[in-house]
């Protein structure tokens, strides 16, 4: 007679109910049965248990298994501690066995299985590929009565006992594979390598767990969102398929999943059904599982019938009984889950660094990026250029809807202290916040960083290099007016502003000379104190060098850019003399050598256009000024063809 | 000091006009002022004059000139620019006026700063010198820009009387004038601008029978869009 006494759970089959390989699976915890690979989608740190009860004559509850996994970035790692995961099977002699003068003597013979704990590592090569191994520990303990004969005076019989220990590690790898989006595709090995799985005595070596190399195949097919179809094919002629649909309930969802199984060592074919209804939330899911073998289990087997086959699985077997399991799994990520990402990173511009306020308002590049999540994000985008920033500059917030894609800008900010004169190759640092410092994404993007005198050639922009120096300008100015004091003092009160203008260009490019930009990729453009200094520049250095001392003692300025030839472009000045046209023959009875603009309020005032490469004299510098801007500007109809463009200074430098 | 020299050389090529005219006659007081002068000296019969030449002449003279295929008489007590001697399509000539509409749209406010660091000049210097109010340039100018259309150059004595206006602003003040170049306007299909300038006019000093012409003309052109 033989009776199973007490059986506890565990090759392919897991005690999950929710076994797929997707985004949502509860198996990438707890499961190394359904999951050889270690594949998991936790972002941070897990826990997981599962408690249940077999539904045998006598009813017992274990706790079956208590797991944890962490991730660190694409490693992820776990542990699996299974108390309940054993199988004891016990037989008795049907009949006492009474020899000699001994008392009635019943053998006894205990094989029990156990799997104590595993251990799982898994690497993310890329989002789509997963590779993974796991190794788990398995006792088994195999106890026989035996008589023995004692010979005397008479022979009798006493009872010894035999006992087997035998651990063993086993090891398995496996790949998880997502070449579509909606498709996962997983193989590992069964059984791949098992130590030391012998048992001490060759008569128990038939009792061991069975441990066969096979080869596990699954796929995870998603059609719909929320819906999986999952299948498990094991070499060994067994499979499992489910079927799995959640719906949302508010931030949550909940699921029902149905399974069936055919397994090579148990009838009928399809050997049971795993129901399982499921909760998910953001923190925790639980499902509740309901194991059920359509085979009658309630029956007593035969000792022949166990050895001559063994088992494989432990929690599952032909002598396996109906369960009903309760697994709870906790997601307590204290990273940051990924919510947004980036697309691309187009950089729109090189780095000028002269241009340093100009990188407030125009952005140094736009991102594509999308929003992972079904909520609306804030995104703050930041940026660190190296060789530039020592801390992100982050730019202004952006709003993404749930799932949509958006382009963002960044912008940055040139320190005044980067005084770099050549052209570098640096690296910038996107990134995407959207939760306190921590990054959802990081993109890194090569850049080009202009040396400080480097200009785009856009004639607005030479605004910067008249700003730079203002205070070296006002000094030089002023020290030249200081000279002249007595010129200035007897002039009419309504010229100041024309003779001062007149007194510092006759003065400073006493000497000057006209040297053309040292050729490189960008234009070069010196600032005004380098341009006394060196003593020349071309017509940008010195339109830039005279407007800035005009500037700096409260002339206002405007740059005049002739771009009619592409070929020929050509940069020089105006000044406001402040005088009224009725004034303007208090300088010239020519009406062609001024133009007359209107100020904010609307009055008119005279302008005088010098041509700032005519380093003679003031005069000659504007006669020709004027003749080129009546002509160019005014006859040719440059001013509305865009063939002459007049760029104001005062009104940007009081910025 | 020779590169220098260049680059005015080229400055001065690239503005040359190949517009000139020869004095073929003149009468009386005839005056020039060449681009580069800031004062006027006596013109000669038989000169060759430039474009950015200014030619004015006194009571009781003229000056004929000729050259690019015209021939131009400049009649007494008038002014003109010789670049403003030219024959202009319409799509110039609007060209010209939305032009002239950005130069006198005022500038972005600017800095407020004084015209000085150090104040220079002494008060009774500070006290505006007397200045010619109302040019005679200005005037001399406008006949001259009122002889380019009794010429054929309509387009061309708009665009600049238009110029003498933001030059010389006491001549906006002269209804006479303003009233022959807003009916050049009208003349030439420019409703729009006619329109404007004849509203512009309405706000002048008038006398009643310019006061009856100026509103009879902008209920002409305010027909004229109706049609349109």
Same mark, same amino acid.
């Given at each position: 007679?033989?009776?199973?006494?007490?059986?506890?759970?565990?090759?392919?089959?897991?005690?999950?109910?929710?076994?797929?390989?997707?985004?949502?699976?509860?198996?990438?915890?707890?499961?190394?049965?359904?999951?050889?690979?270690?594949?998991?989608?936790?972002?941070?740190?897990?826990?997981?248990?599962?408690?249940?009860?077999?539904?045998?004559?006598?009813?017992?509850?274990?706790?079956?298994?208590?797991?944890?996994?962490?991730?660190?970035?694409?490693?992820?790692?776990?542990?699996?501690?299974?108390?309940?995961?054993?199988?004891?099977?016990?037989?008795?002699?049907?009949?006492?066995?009474?020899?000699?003068?001994?008392?009635?003597?019943?053998?006894?013979?205990?094989?029990?299985?156990?799997?104590?704990?595993?251990?799982?590592?898994?690497?993310?090569?890329?989002?789509?590929?997963?590779?993974?191994?796991?190794?788990?520990?398995?006792?088994?303990?195999?106890?026989?009565?035996?008589?023995?004969?004692?010979?005397?005076?008479?022979?009798?019989?006493?009872?010894?006992?035999?006992?087997?220990?035998?651990?063993?590690?086993?090891?398995?790898?496996?790949?998880?594979?997502?070449?579509?989006?909606?498709?996962?595709?997983?193989?590992?090995?069964?059984?791949?390598?098992?130590?030391?799985?012998?048992?001490?005595?060759?008569?128990?070596?038939?009792?061991?767990?069975?441990?066969?190399?096979?080869?596990?195949?699954?796929?995870?097919?998603?059609?719909?969102?929320?819906?999986?179809?999952?299948?498990?094919?094991?070499?060994?002629?067994?499979?499992?398929?489910?079927?799995?649909?959640?719906?949302?309930?508010?931030?949550?969802?909940?699921?029902?999943?149905?399974?069936?199984?055919?397994?090579?060592?148990?009838?009928?074919?399809?050997?049971?059904?795993?129901?399982?209804?499921?909760?998910?939330?953001?923190?925790?899911?639980?499902?509740?599982?309901?194991?059920?073998?359509?085979?009658?289990?309630?029956?007593?087997?035969?000792?022949?019938?166990?050895?001559?086959?063994?088992?494989?699985?432990?929690?599952?077997?032909?002598?396996?009984?109906?369960?009903?399991?309760?697994?709870?799994?906790?997601?307590?990520?204290?990273?940051?889950?990924?919510?947004?990402?980036?697309?691309?990173?187009?950089?729109?511009?090189?780095?000028?660094?002269?241009?340093?306020?100009?990188?407030?308002?125009?952005?140094?590049?736009?991102?594509?990026?999308?929003?992972?999540?079904?909520?609306?994000?804030?995104?703050?985008?930041?940026?660190?250029?190296?060789?530039?920033?020592?801390?992100?500059?982050?730019?202004?917030?952006?709003?993404?809807?749930?799932?949509?894609?958006?382009?963002?800008?960044?912008?940055?900010?040139?320190?005044?202290?980067?005084?770099?004169?050549?052209?570098?190759?640096?690296?910038?640092?996107?990134?995407?916040?959207?939760?306190?410092?921590?990054?959802?994404?990081?993109?890194?993007?090569?850049?080009?960083?202009?040396?400080?005198?480097?200009?785009?050639?856009?004639?607005?922009?030479?605004?910067?290099?008249?700003?730079?120096?203002?205070?070296?300008?006002?000094?030089?100015?002023?020290?030249?007016?200081?000279?002249?004091?007595?010129?200035?003092?007897?002039?009419?009160?309504?010229?100041?502003?024309?003779?001062?203008?007149?007194?510092?260009?006759?003065?400073?490019?006493?000497?000057?000379?006209?040297?053309?930009?040292?050729?490189?990729?960008?234009?070069?453009?010196?600032?005004?104190?380098?341009?006394?200094?060196?003593?020349?520049?071309?017509?940008?250095?010195?339109?830039?060098?005279?407007?800035?001392?005009?500037?700096?003692?409260?002339?206002?300025?405007?740059?005049?850019?002739?771009?009619?030839?592409?070929?020929?472009?050509?940069?020089?000045?105006?000044?406001?003399?402040?005088?009224?046209?009725?004034?303007?023959?208090?300088?010239?009875?020519?009406?062609?050598?001024?133009?007359?603009?209107?100020?904010?309020?609307?009055?008119?005032?005279?302008?005088?256009?010098?041509?700032?490469?005519?380093?003679?004299?003031?005069?000659?510098?504007?006669?020709?000024?004027?003749?080129?801007?009546?002509?160019?500007?005014?006859?040719?109809?440059?001013?509305?063809?865009?063939?002459?463009?007049?760029?104001?200074?005062? !009104?940007?430098?009081?910025? | 000091?020779?590169?220098?020299?260049?680059?005015?050389?080229?400055?001065?090529?690239?503005?040359?006009?190949?517009?000139?005219?020869?004095?073929?006659?003149?009468?009386? !007081?005839?005056?020039?002022?060449?681009?580069?002068?800031?004062?006027?000296?006596?013109?000669?019969?038989?000169?060759?004059?430039?474009?950015?030449?200014?030619?004015?002449?006194?009571?009781?003279?003229?000056?004929?000139?000729?050259?690019?295929?015209?021939?131009?008489?400049?009649?007494?007590?008038?002014?003109?620019?010789?670049?403003?001697?030219?024959?202009?399509?319409?799509?110039?000539?609007?060209?010209?006026?939305?032009?002239?509409?950005?130069?006198?749209?005022?500038?972005?406010?600017?800095?407020?700063?004084?015209?000085?660091?150090?104040?220079?000049?002494?008060?009774?210097?500070?006290?505006?010198?007397?200045?010619?109010?109302?040019?005679?340039?200005?005037?001399?100018?406008?006949?001259?820009?009122?002889?380019?259309?009794?010429?054929?150059?309509?387009?061309?004595?708009?665009?600049?009387?238009?110029?003498?206006?933001?030059?010389?602003?006491?001549?906006?003040?002269?209804?006479?004038?303003?009233?022959?170049?807003?009916?050049?306007?009208?003349?030439?299909?420019?409703?729009?601008?006619?329109?404007?300038?004849?509203?512009?006019?309405?706000?002048?000093?008038?006398?009643?029978?310019?006061?009856?012409?100026?509103?009879?003309?902008?209920?002409?052109?305010?027909?004229?869009?109706?049609?349109?």
């Amino acid at each position: 007679m033989v009776s199973v006494i007490r059986i506890s759970a565990q090759t392919t089959f897991g005690l999950n109910g929710v076994w797929g390989i997707t985004d949502a699976s509860f198996t990438s915890l707890n499961s190394y049965e359904y999951n050889p690979s270690n594949f998991s989608t936790i972002k941070d740190l897990g826990f997981s248990l599962t408690y249940g009860s077999e539904l045998s004559d006598n009813l017992t509850s274990n706790l079956y298994q208590i797991s944890v996994g962490k991730s660190f970035k694409n490693h992820f790692i776990s542990m699996r501690y299974t108390p309940g995961y054993q199988k004891e099977f016990i037989f008795k002699s049907g009949e006492a066995v009474t020899y000699g003068n001994s008392n009635p003597i019943k053998l006894e013979s205990r094989f029990q299985y156990k799997e104590f704990l595993g251990l799982g590592y898994s690497y993310r090569f890329s989002p789509n590929f997963s590779l993974g191994f796991n190794v788990r520990f398995f006792n088994q303990n195999f106890v026989q009565e035996i008589l023995t004969p004692v010979f005397s005076d008479t022979i009798y019989f006493t009872t010894e006992t035999e006992e087997d220990d035998a651990n063993f590690w086993k090891a398995d790898i496996g790949f998880v594979w997502r070449p579509l989006d909606e498709f996962y595709l997983n193989a590992a090995s069964v059984n791949l390598f098992t130590v030391n799985n012998r048992t001490n005595l060759q008569s128990n070596e038939k009792y061991r767990l069975k441990t066969d190399k096979a080869l596990l195949l699954g796929a995870t097919f998603n059609p719909f969102k929320d819906l999986n179809i999952n299948l498990i094919y094991e070499s060994t002629n067994s499979f499992q398929t489910e079927l799995l649909k959640f719906v949302d309930i508010g931030n949550n969802k909940i699921g029902v999943g149905i399974s069936t199984f055919h397994d090579h060592e148990q009838n009928p074919f399809l050997a049971g059904i795993l129901s399982s209804a499921i909760f998910s939330s953001k923190l925790f899911d639980i499902s509740l599982t309901w194991l059920n073998y359509f085979s009658n289990r309630n029956i007593l087997s035969s000792y022949n019938d166990f050895a001559a086959k063994s088992i494989s699985n432990i929690i599952h077997n032909r002598f396996s009984f109906d369960k009903l399991l309760l697994t709870a799994n906790f997601k307590l990520n204290t990273q940051v889950e990924q919510r947004v990402k980036f697309v691309d990173v187009t950089i729109n511009q090189s780095i000028y660094p002269a241009l340093a306020e100009k990188y407030i308002d125009a952005p140094i590049a736009t991102a594509r990026v999308v929003n992972l999540t079904d909520e609306k994000i804030n995104i703050k985008p930041a940026v660190l250029i190296n060789g530039i920033n020592k801390d992100k500059i982050q730019s202004q917030d952006y709003f993404i809807m749930p799932f949509d894609t958006s382009d963002i800008n960044f912008y940055t900010i040139i320190p005044e202290s980067y005084y770099n004169t050549n052209p570098v190759i640096s690296y910038a640092n996107f990134y995407l916040i959207t939760v306190n410092d921590e990054y959802d994404d990081e993109l890194q993007k090569a850049i080009l960083i202009n040396g400080i005198n480097a200009w785009d050639g856009n004639v607005y922009n030479l605004k910067y290099f008249i700003k730079k120096d203002l205070s070296f300008s006002a000094n030089y100015s002023k020290e030249i007016l200081a000279l002249n004091k007595s010129v200035l003092d007897t002039a009419i009160y309504s010229l100041v502003d024309f003779y001062k203008a007149k007194i510092i260009y006759d003065t400073y490019v006493k000497n000057l000379t006209y040297t053309s930009d040292p050729r490189a990729t960008a234009e070069y453009v010196q600032y005004p104190k380098e341009t006394i200094e060196v003593k020349g520049g071309d017509c940008d250095d010195l339109s830039v060098c005279f407007s800035s001392l005009l500037e700096s003692i409260g002339i206002e300025t405007a740059l005049v850019d002739y771009n009619a030839d592409p070929n020929l472009k050509h940069v020089s000045i105006m000044f406001n003399t402040k005088l009224s046209p009725e004034q303007a023959n208090l300088i010239t009875e020519n009406d062609t050598k001024y133009f007359i603009r209107k100020n904010d309020k609307g009055i008119d005032e005279v302008w005088l256009p010098v041509e700032t490469t005519s380093l003679i004299d003031f005069d000659t510098a504007w006669s020709i000024g004027a003749k080129k801007f009546q002509s160019e500007g005014i006859d040719n109809l440059g001013l509305i063809k865009g063939d002459v463009e007049i760029v104001d200074i005062s !009104s940007d430098l009081k910025r | 000091m020779k590169k220098l020299i260049f680059i005015n050389i080229l400055i001065f090529l690239s503005i040359t006009y190949a517009q000139t005219f020869q004095i073929e006659k003149l009468s009386g !007081s005839v005056k020039i002022l060449n681009g580069s002068d800031n004062s006027w000296h006596e013109l000669k019969a038989n000169t060759m004059v430039e474009s950015n030449a200014i030619i004015s002449t006194d009571k009781n003279s003229f000056v004929k000139l000729k050259g690019n295929g015209k021939s131009f008489t400049l009649k007494e007590s008038s002014a003109i620019s010789i670049s403003n001697i030219k024959q202009m399509s319409v799509d110039e000539l609007l060209l010209a006026l939305a032009m002239e509409n950005i130069i006198n749209t005022p500038r972005k406010k600017g800095n407020d700063k004084s015209g000085s660091t150090a104040v220079y000049g002494t008060d009774e210097q500070k006290k505006e010198v007397e200045i010619n109010k109302l040019s005679d340039m200005g005037r001399k100018r406008l006949n001259g820009a009122k002889q380019l259309a009794e010429n054929g150059m309509k387009e061309s004595a708009i665009v600049t009387a238009m110029e003498v206006y933001r030059k010389y602003p006491e001549t906006k003040k002269n209804s006479e004038s303003r009233i022959y170049f807003a009916d050049l306007l009208f003349e030439k299909g420019l409703y729009e601008e006619a329109h404007d300038e004849f509203s512009s006019i309405k706000s002048l000093q008038l006398s009643s029978s310019q006061k009856t012409y100026v509103e009879g003309k902008l209920d002409q052109i305010g027909k004229k869009f109706l049609i349109k």
